[in-house]
């Protein structure tokens, strides 16, 4: 299944396959542009976590608003 983008969605399904000793086979939302492993990687070892420093990580990452290597504009 397509793994949900809700930390107590997902421990709710793991939860039933585990009761019903079902396997389960979590697959990334290619929905997004990224996915909750990748926001983890980011999140692993901050102090604070602030969605302007995620953006700006994604937004390299993705090329979005960018020109080269500086963001589009120059902000």
Do not use: C
Not at 40 to 67: D, P, S, V
């Amino acid at each position: 299944m397509t793994a949900p983008g809700d930390w107590r969605v997902l421990q709710a399904v793991r939860a039933v396959a585990v009761v019903a000793a079902l396997p389960l086979d979590l697959r990334d939302d290619r929905h997004f542009f990224t996915s909750v492993r990748d926001f983890a990687a980011h999140a692993k070892g901050r102090k604070q976590l602030r969605m302007e420093y995620r953006y700006r990580e994604l937004r390299r990452k993705n090329g979005i608003l960018m020109a080269g290597k500086e963001p589009e504009g120059g902000q």
